[in-house]
């Protein structure tokens, strides 16, 4: 960590307005602006957020689940899913594990019960070594697992929102969005670093063709 990504860092307006907030991480206002303008999250749904510590897309989850609730609770089930551990939040259960373990998969198929997602959300990123051709490897096969998970645990109709970097192997992974999904759009929220290469990638109203 350098001192100047530091001094950065901490006069962000985002990592500011984070902690005004009390959201775990700037990451929050990615999904916020996703979901004002795709209307993705609403009380009722089922909700996987894969990779989720520290947790903020899951608090943002859990309090559009709890507009208009009773009692303090929510409408709908937001289950977060992670290799490192996660503080507690309200009204999430979160699942310790890698999420491609069978093992992960039995607690995560209890969790729905006869149900399937509504929607997965994914903000993980690999590991990076500074490599671009081993870099690039490491993205693209995150970004498969990531498909393969959507495609066993959304029901058909379902969305996914995943995260991935422009560069080589985009255009593919794009294309198998367009396999797997009736409607595919790409979005760079503004809480997104102009630096970062990132994107993320919007598939919604899954093809039963492509649902386990």
């Known amino acids: 960590m350098t001192r100047a990504w530091l001094r950065g860092h901490i006069s962000d307006p985002y990592v ?6 009390g959201y775990r991480s700037r990451a929050v206002y990615k999904l916020r602006e996703i979901d004002r303008q795709q209307k993705l999250i609403r009380p009722g749904l089922c909700v996987v957020d894969l ?23 929510i409408n709908g089930t937001v289950i977060a899913l ?43 990123a690999p590991n990076l070594s500074g490599i671009a051709d081993a870099d690039a490897a490491r993205i693209e096969h995150l970004g498969e697992l990531t498909l393969e998970f959507a495609q066993r645990a959304l029901h058909a109709q379902g ?3 995943a995260k991935y970097f422009h560069g080589s192997g985009y255009s593919q992974m794009f294309e198998r969005f367009k396999r797997c999904f009736k409607s595919v759009v790409t979005r760079k929220p503004k809480a997104s670093r102009s630096c970062s290469s990132e994107v993320f990638i919007l598939g919604k109203y899954a093809k039963e063709s492509c649902i386990e």
Not at 55 to 68: H, P
């Open 159 to 161: 969305a996914l929102l």
């Open 51 to 73: 990779g989720a510590a520290p947790g903020s897309w899951s608090q943002y989850v859990r309090d559009k689940l709890a507009q208009g609730a009773a009692g303090g609770g």
């Open 16 to 21: 500011k307005c984070a902690q005004r907030e």
């Open 82 to 124: 992670d290799r490192l551990s996660m503080e507690e939040i309200a009204g999430v259960l979160f699942i310790q594990g890698d999420f491609c373990e069978e093992a992960v998969w039995a607690q995560l198929d209890k969790a729905l019960g006869t149900r399937k997602a509504d929607l997965v959300l994914s903000d993980m």
